[in-house]
Structure formats: structure tokens, C-alpha cells
């Protein structure tokens, strides 16, 4: 349920992203670049479905702070909980290794061009289309 303060805090969200200046949008460009090289271990400028998906498992075991290898909403700093009920398939409410994985896998492949990598141009036009 949304509280006003957060629907508030909402539509001022779709604000700024919808005016984002061009300083945000380079900074948003170069966080994910960033991401994006630390993902590419092989260093050939594309990630592979392997990269991506080792990126998420490191990226799961950081914030699995607990240890006992689920994520819970409490976990993940700005959740969107749609996204959470979606990759919690088996809906208890934690998200396991397993779970995070295959959700990671879909969206590789909707990001991935024809040849099943991703580029940095099609990251960048994903999460702009977001
Ligand atoms: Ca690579
Ligand atoms: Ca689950």
C-alpha cells in the first residue's frame, strides 16, 4: 500500500527521470559503465551469459548479509517490490540463489542482443526504457 508521502516522493521521482539533466544522465551512464566492466571479467567488451550471471551471485552473496543464502526485501536498499513478488516464485517471501538466477537470466535475455551478449549501448538504452 502507498502512503501519500510516497506517492508523493513517486511522481517527484517521475519528474526528475523524466527531466533528468544532462550531468544526471552522464552519471547514470558512467555508474553503469562502470558495472559493466566490472562484469566483463574476459575484458571483450560484451558480456556473456556467464559474466552476467556470476555478476549477480557475487552481487547476491553481498547483500545475503545474514548468510543463510535467501534475500528478503530488508536486504535490498529501494526495492521495487513488483519486481521482488516476480523473481520470488515459490512466493515465501525471500528470494533464494535459485530464484534470483532464473529471474537474472530472463532479463539477460531481454537485454542480450540477436548473438546473446550484452554491449554497453544496449545496457544503456535498457535501463533508460525502464
Ligand atoms: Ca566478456
Ligand atoms: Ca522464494
Known amino acids: 500500500m502507498m502512503g501519500r508521502t510516497s506517492i508523493v516522493a513517486a511522481a517527484l521521482a517521475a519528474m526528475l527521470c ?3 539533466g544532462a550531468s544526471a544522465l552522464a552519471a547514470e551512464e558512467a555508474r553503469l559503465r562502470a558495472a559493466f566492466e566490472a562484469a566483463d571479467v574476459n575484458g571483450d567488451g ?3 551469459v556467464d559474466e552476467y550471471v ?4 557475487a552481487a547476491f552473496q553481498r547483500h545475503d548479509v545474514t548468510g543463510d543464502g ?3 526485501p530488508e536486504d535490498l536498499p529501494n526495492v521495487d517490490m ?3 513478488r ?4 515459490d512466493g515465501d517471501g525471500r528470494i533464494s540463489l535459485g530464484e534470483a538466477i532464473a529471474d537474472r537470466i530472463i532479463v539477460f535475455f531481454d537485454i542480450a542482443s540477436e548473438d546473446g551478449v550484452i ?4 545496457l ?3 535501463e533508460a526504457a525502464r
Open 54 to 57: 556470476a555478476y549477480f551471485v
Open 70 to 72: 535467501f534475500l528478503r
Open 119 to 122: 554491449t554497453l549501448d544496449r
Open 82 to 84: 513488483e519486481r521482488f
Open 46 to 48: 560484451v558480456i556473456d
Open 18 to 20: 523524466g527531466g533528468l
Open 86 to 89: 516476480a523473481a520470488d516464485r
Open 124 to 126: 544503456v538504452a535498457h
